[in-house]
């Protein structure tokens, strides 16, 4: 491959520091197939009709199919044609079919994103057939590639479907010419799954149980307390930043079985209002199965509330302001016991 076309693709990598701001959306695990788009760019001569003829940049579609079994690895297989469309670089006639099927290993950056899109690097290997048609001089060609690729992902419509915009290049082995694409893609994902690991808990302290008092009086009385949780711009998920609160509140409820919560999810008012709805309604939720799944609260004590845009707690024209409006609040009810 060119010392050129190495540096032009180690570009993305280089910058990333720079740009990395927060973790990227798209889920640990999932499987996806799609649809596709590129531009492909025949860097030598010698592609068709070698020391004779080359062809001309086009576009090419096609689709592909992936899994990703971890949050930092992924396969994918894609095909692309150009039915009779490619021609002839120096006019001399020549219009082919051509058909590429690439297998590609790809290593997602998965706690890194460059404006809200996770980036990845891959290796891709894979066959180029060329084909003449309308009597077109010249062999059929079939060379095998291998290369590398770089990209960027990003989730959209709650997990749903995934934009997938690269470069990809390749190297042929049978006629020695370097091959290169941008490609869009447009992927329906599903099976997805976000694997969170809970901390473990620390190992409480050993202290002598006290001596009850002769005749113990227990009171009760009404409680009203909230714990809030603040999150990361058009993010759902449950991070170390945000976890304490919610779990310190499904701490209290275990040890207060007359109590209750109302999880209320709230956003700020960057992004359209039906959007923001459904991201406070995701926040509440996620909030809920960490107090369900992970903390052992019963999931009958637990009400779920989006509130959206419409009750922020500080000024929304502000950095800050907004900050403290994308929050859960987890407000607890009901009544405790107090022995004195």
Request: aromatic residues 8%.
């Amino acid at each position: 491959m060119k010392p050129k076309l190495l540096s032009v693709a180690a570009l993305p990598i280089l910058t990333l520091p720079a740009l990395a701001v927060a973790s990227g959306n798209m889920p640990d695990s999932y499987g996806y197939i799609g649809g596709r788009a590129s531009y492909n760019f025949f860097y030598e001569n010698s592609v068709y009709l070698r020391d004779q003829d080359g062809l001309e940049n086009d576009t090419f579609f096609g689709g592909q199919i992936g899994w990703r079994f971890s949050p930092a690895w992924s396969v994918q297989a894609t095909y692309e044609q150009a039915d009779s469309r490619l021609e002839s670089k120096y006019d001399t006639g020549a219009r082919v079919n051509s058909e590429t099927y690439f297998a590609s290993l790809r290593h997602h950056f998965h706690n890194t994103s460059i404006l809200g899109f996770e980036p990845y690097a891959g290796i891709n290997a894979g066959e180029l057939d060329i084909r003449p048609t309308n009597g077109a001089p010249g062999d059929r060609e079939k060379d095998f590639m291998a290369g590398v690729e770089l990209g960027v992902q990003r989730a959209l419509i709650q997990d749903r479907l995934a934009l997938d915009l690269g470069t990809r290049h390749a190297y042929s082995h049978d006629n020695y010419f370097t091959y290169g694409q941008v490609y869009a893609g447009l992927n329906l994902m599903f099976g997805a799954r976000s694997q969170r690991v809970a901390e473990p808990e620390p190992e409480p302290t050993p202290r002598a149980e006290p001596t009850p008092p002769p005749q113990p009086q227990v009171t009760r009385r009404q409680v009203e307390e909230t714990h809030t949780a603040n999150f990361e711009f058009d993010d759902a998920s449950i991070s170390d930043a945000n976890r304490a609160e919610l779990v310190e509140a499904a701490r209290f409820l275990r040890q207060h079985p007359q109590t209750r919560v109302t999880l209320e999810g709230h956003t700020c008012t960057m992004g359209p209002e039906e959007y923001n709805q459904r991201l406070s309604e995701r926040r509440a939720e996620n909030a809920k199965r960490l107090m369900v799944e992970q903390e052992g609260v019963e999931a009958n004590r637990i009400e779920v509330v989006g509130k959206g845009e419409h009750e922020p707690v500080a000024d929304n024209s502000t950095r800050e302001g907004r900050a403290q409006n994308r929050r859960v609040e987890a407000i607890i009810t009901g009544t405790i016991e107090e022995r004195r």
